[in-house]
């Protein structure tokens, strides 16, 4: 198990993404997506949930350590000013 989670992690570090669907993380590693879930819901000590779902409604998520806080203000404001009619 803890083979799979250092290559969880090291796709949640990859500098190509802000952030990452289980399903991406799974197709990158091999690991199966179910696997993926739980360590990404349950290891909130190094994991953040994106407040907003991909364009497919998929959860997104980084690590904690990342500084993407101002990215993720101007995607939840973009998908808000998008929904507005």
């Known amino acids: 198990m803890i083979a799979e989670e250092a290559k969880i992690i090291d796709a949640l570090r990859d500098k190509r993404w802000d952030y990452r669907t289980a399903e991406g993380i799974a197709k990158e590693t091999g690991i199966p997506v179910d696997t993926v ?47 507005r009619v």
């Open 37 to 83: 879930r739980t360590f990404l819901k349950t290891r909130k000590d190094i994991v953040r949930k994106s407040s907003i779902p991909d364009r497919l409604g998929r959860d997104l998520y980084t690590l904690n350590g990342r500084h993407s806080y101002g990215k993720e203000f101007w995607r939840i404001l973009s998908t808000f000013m998008s929904k």
